[in-house]
């Protein structure tokens, strides 16, 4: 039961930090495209990486909870 609880627990954390680190990601891009127009493209081009970075590390930081909840 307790291995549950820290699942939860667990798996709520990794879901908040990816929120707050893609959320970051596209506020910061937004104010970008907002202050220079012309370089719109490159920048929402080059947001895409650290975002998959992001989703990435919390889909490890997914499998990672699971193996140490059901895995004994």
């Known amino acids: 039961m307790d291995s549950l609880i820290l699942l939860y627990v667990g798996l709520g954390i990794i879901v908040c930090g990816t929120a707050y680190g893609i959320s970051k990601i596209v506020s910061s891009s937004m104010e970008a ?29 997914l499998l990672v909870c699971f193996l140490v909840a059901f895995v004994k």
């Open 33 to 61: 495209m907002g202050r220079q127009p012309e370089i719109a493209d490159k920048v929402s081009s080059s947001m895409f990486l650290p975002m998959v970075l992001i989703e990435s590390a919390a889909l490890f930081g």
